[in-house]
T-cell receptor, first 116, second 114 residues
Framework: AQSVTQPDIHITVSEGASLELRCNYS??????LFWYVQSPGQGLQLLLK??????LVQGIKGFEAEFKRSQSSFNLRKPSVHWSDAAEYFC??????????????FGQGTILTVHP | ETGVTQTPRHLVMGMTNKKSLKCEQH?????MYWYKQSAKKPLELMFV???????ENNSVPSRFSPECPNSSHLFLHLHTLQPEDSALYLC?????????????FGPGTRLLVL
């Protein structure tokens, strides 16, 4: 069965600092990979996704993520964090085919706090 | 309306009440999902509908009853809930065979069971 681990439950950064949120997955083949963001009281907004090709993907709000097959990782990065980035971030994977195609498995989430 | 909408946004109900959550997607998708998001737990997939047919039921108690009358609308009927059912219920939709079945989420319904 596939699984997703976000090792950091809570991260605090200063505004303007760089950010990296970690995501590791366990799956027999390369899955489809996603990052979502959730502001308090809101649903999940898609930040970016990886299916194939270039392992560095760009998303909305200045975020990017890099797929590293050898490390089974899909870490999210942003060079300069803004106070409005404070939210909870979820990494998710889905199989790239088969009977479980399209079924998302989510990590536990990482809460980002931004200090002024 | 655009994207995925959910009503109501907040709901308080007693354990003997019957209520329904509504989800509508305006994206032309053909698959819809219900998720439960509880504090301190990962999102749990509850139900999946594809072309209006239920294709997934992740051992959800029968007090939750989904209904998908067409590919744009999804309901979750609630009856005799328990306090532990208090959570954020999220609806999502995707297009079968497109974008790796990327799911787009609604804002959720915050449910409190007293």
């Amino acid at each position: 069965a596939q699984s997703v681990t976000q090792p950091d439950i809570h991260i605090t950064v200063s505004e303007g600092a760089s950010l990296e949120l970690r995501c590791n997955y366990s799956y027999g083949a390369t899955p489809y990979l996603f990052w979502y963001v959730q502001s308090p009281g809101q649903g999940l907004q898609l930040l970016l996704k990886y299916f194939s090709g270039d392992t560095l993907v760009q998303g909305i709000k200045g975020f990017e993520a890099e797929f590293k097959r050898s490390q089974s990782s899909f870490n999210l990065r942003k060079p300069s964090v803004h106070w409005s980035d404070a939210a909870e971030y979820f990494c998710a994977v889905s199989p790239a085919g088969g009977t479980s195609y399209g079924k998302l498995t989510f990590g536990q989430g990482t809460i980002l706090t931004v200090h002024p | 309306e655009t994207g995925v909408t959910q009503t109501p946004r907040h709901l308080v109900m007693g354990m003997t009440n019957k209520k329904s959550l509504k989800c509508e997607q305006h994206l032309g998708h053909n698959a819809m999902y219900w998720y439960k998001q509880s504090a301190k737990k990962p999102l749990e997939l509850m139900f999946v509908y594809n072309f209006k047919e239920q294709t997934e039921n992740n051992s959800v108690p029968s007090r939750f009853s989904p209904e998908c009358p067409n590919s744009s609308h999804l309901f979750l009927h609630l009856h005799t809930l328990q306090p532990e059912d208090s959570a954020l219920y999220l609806c999502a939709s995707s297009q079968d065979g497109a974008e790796g079945e990327t799911q787009y989420f609604g804002p959720g319904t915050r449910l409190l069971v007293l």
